[in-house]
DNA sequence: GTTAATAATTGGAACGTTCCAACTTTGTCA
DNA sequence: TGACAAAGTTGGAACGTTCCAATTATTAAC
């Protein structure tokens, strides 16, 4: 047992057939005789065959492996696991296997996880780059026609798809329902500052707050890294200040939490004392206390359309570049105290 | 561009040498020469040659690919994406890249994945089998002895390697220390009761629960679906009870969380006016208010653990199957009500 | 100046699969 | 009976790599 593994050439044996028609069973072409089939089928349950994807891929070289990979920049943030999901039911009804890695930020890390995934002849790729990923990093995979999706972080240079949330209209609108309940020394909290993701957010927090009159103050935004200890971080800046901010527009929903935190071990209540808006809408954000008003950019149906814009172009010949915005919406819940009798202005 | 596919042989045509000798700088032998590997070098950047891992693969049936995989059952619990990053931290520095599956708790995807890893020649598995996996869908991976190690839940019959939590352990100090608290009508809340993790959590509960005299009740496990959402249901159906409980030792942090979201709803302060302890420790535990009383698991050491298992088993030449219990301990943060002055007891 | 040792390179066979063209068997029809 | 078609089956070549044994080029030793 264990020995050599067991091949084509093996089963044909056992079944007193070619080792032609034993391919021709694997697959599941009709030319073969039922009976013939059947045996095959039973000889190779019976002496533990394992397909060799590597040989096959070798001799048909245009069609590649039915997996798809998907490389994300840190899957400690639940919304990438959520994104992944997403991209893993379509994938998985279109009979691909999806393999997942991480890259924690890191462009070695990156790189060499690519070149894994192309070694092992992935049909296509969804991508939420590293920070400081460029073009010419994805310059091998269109050369290679490779069909590759870019989620979440646009890359400007690259001729690849991407699927990007509507990040400006997103803070946008955050800061218009914050003024509107009141508010006027609202904050940006949280985010690295020299991504892509930020910039817009940022931008789209910045014209908000012009177009409402309250101006644009450039000490009013405090940047931090995009998780919940981050948030806790930027918050106690935020507090920290001479005039300090009765509302706060989160780089994204981890931030929030880390807010909700940091305010909570102040004694103020988030949603009465002071209103946090989230960005992304993770699930904790609607069962947690208070639940999360937030911008919902629904990770998972990200991942669902991501992965159908890579199978489209898995399946035309030529993979041809489109590049598509998710529309956001704001979600009110209670962490901006729209649910309270009074827009949270006790603080000053 | 891109037609046929680039390779050893296009290479050694270009750079005027033979097959064989890229092959060498392929595998960075020392027998070549420094001024032709640096060419050859040269030449594969300039065509963008890509390494045919399959071939490679077929040739030298022994030496499998450098990756190794890791399925997990529910890639939406921040527990096993933790556990992931654990994995990948050392497999990297062993030089291997990691793709992660996940299964969702279903079998037949996960018959699937790992069939599609075994095709591609992974070198091992790390799995948290979905529930209900059987020694006999194992059968398969150690017959044709690829190193595997169970995480998080042990199989029964299954001959490989595993390492799981002392689940046990865990639940019974999570009693002691809310009886030692003043506690006496303790829940165990949450998990679903088929599943070997939760027959361990709940023993170690119920043994605690009869040496500390206050003996134990079958009305106060009520369980629910391991996820936050699950937490807030379970703990509605624990407070409609005529003799609701005033401290609740869950299946997991998810539901911890779900719990303290639940009491909150109702006006009930968790550490306060009632005691939660969670399981898991996963990294919110410690930001989020109150900060949650926990059984540390410490999901990365776990995976960092299991790879270590996994890679001596790679190198060893048979595997040795090896199982291991995870120790674990308890966290005494806020929301048990501990760091208050009194124990949780106003409700009745 | 020959031999021996070392360093570097090389062609061919092999790995497990698929594809193609050729082959055998069986059945049908004039 | 012979011609033809349809249904199954088959051997060999090819895919891109690595390994082995053999070869050539270079240096060292006498």
Known sequence: MGKGRVTVIDIAKAAGVSKSTVSLVLQASPLVNESTRTKVNAVMRELGYVYNRGAANLRQANARSKIIGIVVNDLTNSFFAELAVGVDTVVQSAGFVQFLSNTS???????EVIASMREHGVSGLIISPARGTEAVDLK??????IPVVLVVRNIPGAKVSSLVSDNHAGAFAAVE????LGHSRIAFVGGFPDTAV???RLGGYRDAMSKTGTGFQDELVVSSAPSRAGGVDALARAMAMPEPPTAAVCFNDAVAFGVCD???ARRIEPGKDFAVVGFDDVIEAKTTVPALTTISVDPQGIGQRAAQMLLKQINAGKPEAESAV?????????S???AMNKPGRKMA
């Open 262 to 264: 940091g305010l909570r």
């Open 140 to 145: 091998p995979l269109v050369m290679a026609g």
């Open 198 to 200: 930020f910039d817009e």
């Open 336 to 338: 901006c105290g729209a």
């Open 326 to 334: 998710s529309s956001v919406r704001l979600i009110v819940r209670e």
């Open 177 to 180: 329902h914050l003024a509107a």
């Open 105 to 111: 930020e890191s462009i070695d890390r990156q790189r």
